[in-house]
């Protein structure tokens, strides 16, 4: 058989596509991008988690489309660039409103976010 002990993801992990690996991004909202993984299912969506390095914080969104507008309250305001690093995975909704990882786990992106 081709059974395997561990179950397999749902979907690979979307290809990342903008901001470039070690890009620097303006001191604005802007949109993550990425490639589709193909048709999800009505439960499932993009799950993106952004990490600010610098000020070691996590920001966690979620959506349908292959892009996210990132929130005007994570620019920076401090006087300093902010590493920033970010991956998407597919998630699934659950019953109580939760998302939980179904498909690979995505590769991680680091740019570099200037600050107001």
């Known amino acids: 058989g081709s059974e395997t002990p561990t179950p397999t ?8 596509f903008f901001p470039a690996e070690n890009g ?22 993009y ?11 996590t920001y966690n969104g979620v959506t349908s489309s292959t892009s996210y507008m990132l929130p005007d309250s994570l620019v920076p305001s401090d006087g300093q660039a902010h590493t920033i690093r ?3 995975a597919v998630a699934a909704r659950t019953s109580d409103g939760a998302y939980v990882i179904v498909g690979a786990p995505g590769n991680t992106r680091t740019f570099t976010w200037q600050s107001r």
């Open 24 to 45: 620097l991004a303006p001191a604005r909202t802007f949109q993550l991008q990425w490639v589709s993984v193909g048709v999800l299912q009505f439960d499932e969506a």
């Open 47 to 57: 799950f993106v988690e952004i990490q600010d390095v610098t000020a070691g914080t």
């Open 86 to 88: 970010w991956r998407v």
């Open 9 to 16: 993801p749902t979907h690979p992990s979307p290809a990342l």
